[in-house]
T-cell receptor, first 111, second 113 residues
Framework: DAKTTQPNSMESNEEEPVHLPCNHS???????IHWYRQLPSQGPEYVIH???SNVNNRMASLAIAEDRKSSTLILHRATLRDAAVYYC????????????FGKGTRLSVIA | EAEVAQSPRYKITEKSQAVAFWCDPI?????LYWYRQILGQGPELLVQ????????DSQLPKDRFSAERLKGVDSTLKIQPAELGDSAMYLC???????????FGDGTRLSIL
């Protein structure tokens, strides 16, 4: 399975933007970059995914490097509710490809 | 509240006992997954169903774990006999089809005494 590397933890002030990095230097051409997050005492929640172009949705933006070896999840205005573990996952799109979770980045949001 | 329903929310039992978890996926979702999450780690896939058929159970400890999805809708995961090392969060997820984003339930936290 293609591997991702994320910082163990990050901290942000409320109402400020947050940039969560992910390195994936061994990404293959058909791997999509998926982000999930897990709030305390809840199951993971899908955030966003992309292949090559930057993506935006109501929850976040995903910025993908031109060489695709890294990506950044951007929360435009962090709230206390965004405190969670954020997982960056590579997933192929052919056949049946599982989600392989690492340890993720634990984001703390300070009021 | 998660759209994927799981019960019970918490389960405490003694080792060597049998335990069962139930999951009701989002209506219309053909793919159903069971994960185990040990404290401090990410979820690990145990078994995946496409409709009523098992697609992947390579990580399921089949000597004690079993899973079924008889009518291709809800699913049950069973452990018999439970061991101390089975203490974990058991998560169910569903997706519309293969490789689509997964929607997770809030899990069952299992504690083995």
């Amino acid at each position: 399975d293609a591997k991702t590397t994320q910082p163990n933890s990050m901290e942000s002030n409320e109402e400020e933007p947050v940039h969560l990095p992910c390195n994936h230097s061994t990404i293959s051409g058909t791997d999509y970059i998926h982000w999930y997050r897990q709030l305390p005492s809840q199951g993971p929640e899908y955030v966003i995914h992309g292949l090559t172009s930057n993506v935006n949705n109501r929850m976040a933006s995903l910025a993908i490097a031109e060489d695709r070896k890294s990506s950044t999840l951007i929360l435009h205005r962090a709230t206390l509710r965004d405190a969670a573990v954020y997982y960056c996952i590579l997933r192929g799109n052919s056949g049946n490809t599982p989600l392989v979770f690492g340890k993720g980045t634990r984001l703390s949001v300070i009021a | 509240e998660a759209e994927v329903a799981q019960s019970p929310r918490y389960k405490i039992t003694e080792k060597s006992q049998a335990v069962a978890f139930w999951c009701d996926p989002i209506s219309g979702h053909a793919t159903l997954y069971w994960y185990r999450q040990i404290l401090g780690q990410g979820p690990e896939l145990l078994v995946q169903f496409q409709d009523e058929s098992v697609v992947d159970d390579s990580q399921l400890p089949k000597d004690r774990f079993s899973a079924e999805r008889l009518k291709g809708v809800d699913s049950t995961l069973k452990i018999q006999p439970a061991e101390l090392g089975d203490s974990a969060m058991y998560l169910c997820a569903s997706s519309f089809s293969l490789n689509q984003p997964q929607h997770f339930g809030d899990g069952t936290r299992l504690s083995i005494l």
